[in-house]
């Protein structure tokens, strides 16, 4: 390098990116786009922070976490050299994964984790600060260290006594030994540490720490850098099978986990469900709603799906549906399926630890596993099988500073086979797909049975699955359900302003075959009893066309709990208000029917709805490639020439004065600081500020410099 050529450093490397090169670190590195930095001197700062180094190198899978720690612990390599480094002792050719070193480090290169001059690869100091202390397990180059062949012969005079203790420190060369600052010879040691320091195989670092020099380590190991040689790779996923019968086994599920949906729905509005003081759901409650929904743990999947999706809500004191679980009922079957998929993505729940208290004590967490495991779902072809212990060490290979639970991972898996992502142990089409041609047209008609039931032959429309709720109780769930008519369900009906006449027209259009003579029979006699006392608003009135129904209401408790008088010999004067009637009238066992002022039978109001904040979508991010064109468009206004900045430096050295400067420190944040300048170096300034202290600051860090 010639006197006046400028060495390379971080911040020389990003203020010669071009537009493409720019864009790409943006993309990589995105903490250096958000917030929108104002010039490259900015990027560069934040490049070079503790923060964004961490986050890109956790953002590195294993194959090139390898390549940084192979070069962090060999020093500058070329790309063959690094390529041999990390065949040494393995059966692998470098030739044959040449290819993939070169990817891996130009991904490290226009990260600027990594930097080239002369065609040498070198880590930034900073980044070696993140990687563990001793990168690939070695130690630092020793001060005087020993030819391959006195190795050998050393560790053949020490002998196997000394053996278990090399191969302990062989991978992580440090260990704790008390007074490890002995003085002992060959003839003198009596142990497998004194022995090894006797021949020189282990060195005192301190009066309580020993380490197993660089030399020894590699050749205790055979000249391999890992102990097992890093695959550019993730492991493989088996060939795919039976495609098409897996898909079809995936959307059948997919529609049952509608058609469960719904089902919850329906039983969180028909059930009084207590919000704990936790903000949870009763478990008792949460078992009732649960017992028709589905069995096991996978009722606890679909509750979590609808909390996380904002389709029920806690209301004061009760759970209910909202206004999305209305519109959700009424989309289409595909729109219904991918509302599930999208809230799955964000249960606060941890997976395996779902229950009634809906409780969310690391949402980050669970919703980073689901990510991951739906991120390697999406890797893999239809049909492929989906083993957890293939899913956790993909997960591995690409988070390798996580700890990966095959526990968790299973559990992400079930909860996929209960949406239909995973069916028969395979992955589906349904993990990605954004349309599915193949679900089934929605009808009106059902089977109407003797035995009181009646049967869905398929997905029922909107309209047609409403009615059908109204008049009967769900017996099943699938979407061939089952539900059965009593006479709950239809005085339910009637109590909501449906006639008898309108019921059997109902059943009349949606029967596939004649109505059974039994409906009739039931209709007829809840009709009959239906409507025999009548409410009326004055506080309440009551009409009773039974004299002896009249008795009995005054006879009653209820006289006393909502003031009945007599005021004819067949109408009754309440006091409270006729809601509260309607309900003690029922639970004397009669079938009351409401009327306003005028007489007239009214219609049950719309049911109560919880009200619930949205899942909030992710924001919008910049987009990398209209970045680096502003910041290139800016760079003469934006980014301080270096040469001019380390003259100015150098200037201040020599006159001693006392000078303001504006640098970001490791957080990221700009701090401003009056020093004097003590020496400039290569990349780094040495500072004395002003009320004291001593501060070693990098030249890329300092964004402005004035004399004071």
Not at 237 to 254: H, I, K, S
Request: include cysteine.
């Amino acid at each position: 390098m010639s006197a006046t050529e400028e060495p390379t450093t971080l911040a020389s490397t990003i203020r010669n990116l071009d537009a493409q090169s720019l864009s790409r670190l943006l993309t990589l590195r995105p903490d250096l786009a958000n917030p929108i930095p104002k010039d490259l001197a900015e990027v560069s700062s934040r490049a070079g922070t503790h923060a964004s180094i961490n986050a890109a190198i956790s953002s590195l899978d294993r194959w090139r976490l390898s390549l940084l720690t192979a070069l962090a612990a060999q020093g500058d390599l070329s790309l063959t050299e690094l390529a041999e480094a990390l065949c040494h002792g393995w059966p692998t050719k470098p030739e044959a994964i040449q290819a993939d070193i070169a990817d891996g480090i130009s991904d490290l290169l226009d990260m600027v984790l990594v930097l080239e001059d002369s065609g040498r690869l070198h880590v930034i100091q900073i980044v070696t600060t993140h990687l563990s202390g001793y990168p690939a397990g070695l130690a630092p180059v020793s001060v005087m260290p020993m030819e391959p062949d006195k190795v050998t012969e050393r560790l053949a005079e020490a002998g196997p006594k000394a053996r278990p203790v090399l191969e302990r420190l062989m991978w992580s060369p440090t260990g704790h030994v008390p007074n490890a600052r002995r003085t002992v010879t060959p003839a003198t040691a009596t142990t497998p540490v004194e022995t090894a320091l006797a021949h020189q195989l282990l060195r005192p670092l301190d009066d309580d720490t020993v380490i197993l020099p660089r030399e020894v380590s590699l050749a205790l190991r055979g000249n391999r850098l890992f102990a097992k040689q890093p695959s550019p790779t993730p492991p493989p996923w088996p060939e795919p099978r039976q495609t098409n019968l897996v898909n079809r086994a995936g959307l059948g599920t997919a529609l049952e986990a509608v058609s469960a949906m719904s089902a919850l729905l329906e039983a969180v509005e028909r059930h009084n469900c207590a919000v704990l003081a936790n903000g949870g759901l009763a478990k008792r409650d949460a078992r009732i709603v649960l017992s028709r929904v589905a069995s096991g743990d996978d009722g606890w999947v679909y509750l979590a799906l609808a909390v996380a999706g904002g389709l029920i809500g806690a209301d004061g004191r009760s759970w209910l549906p909202t206004p999305l679980a209305d519109r959700w009922r009424a989309d289409s079957l595909w729109g219904q399926w991918v509302s599930l998929r999208n809230a799955w993505r964000h249960i606060s729940q941890l997976p395996g630890h779902l229950d009634n208290t809906l409780d969310a004590s690391a949402p980050a967490t669970a919703r980073a596993w689901r990510r991951l495991v739906h991120r390697e779902l999406h890797s893999a072809e239809p049909g492929t099988p989906i083993e957890t212990e293939v899913v956790a060490n993909r997960i591995r290979w690409r988070q390798p500073g996580t700890t990966v639970d095959d526990s968790l991972v299973e559990a992400v898996l079930d909860e996929c086979r209960v949406l239909g992502m995973v069916a028969l142990d395979a992955r589906t089409d349904l993990v990605d797909a954004h349309t599915c041609a193949d679900m089934p047209e929605r009808t009106e008609e059902v089977i109407l049975q003797s035995d009181l039931t009646a049967v869905a032959p398929g997905p029922l429309t909107p309209d047609t699955a409403a009615d059908l709720a109204l008049l009967a109780d769900r017996e099943s769930t699938g979407i061939a359900g089952v539900r059965r008519f009593n006479r709950s369900s239809l005085r339910r009906a009637l109590d909501a302003g449906w006639t008898g006449e309108r019921v059997r027209q109902w059943w009349a259009e949606h029967s596939l075959g004649d109505v059974p003579q039994s409906l009739l029979v039931l209709l007829d006699d809840v009709v009959r009893d239906h409507g025999r006392v009548s409410v009326a608003a004055a506080g309440a009135l009551l009409e009773v066309d039974d004299p002896a129904a009249v008795e009995a209401i005054l006879r009653s408790p209820l006289t006393t709990d909502v003031g009945l008088r007599r005021i004819g010999p067949q109408v009754l004067v309440a006091q409270a208000e006729p809601d509260q009637v309607l309900a003690g009238l029922r639970q004397l066992g009669m079938s009351p029917v409401a009327r306003d002022a005028y007489g007239d039978v009214f219609s049950a109001p719309p049911p109560p709805r919880a009200k619930v904040d949205l899942p909030a979508s992710s924001a919008p991010q910049t987009d990398p490639e209209e970045l680096a064109a502003s910041l290139l468009d800016n760079k003469g206004r934006g980014f301080s020439d270096r040469r001019q900045l380390i003259a100015q430096l150098h200037q201040a050295q020599q006159n001693g004065t006392w000078m303001h400067i504006e640098r970001v420190v490791d957080d990221g944040t700009s701090v401003r600081q009056t020093v004097r300048i003590m020496a400039v170096a290569a990349g780094a300034v040495r500072c004395v500020i002003r009320g004291g202290g001593v501060v070693i600051v990098p030249v890329s860090r300092i964004t402005s410099c004035q004399t004071s």
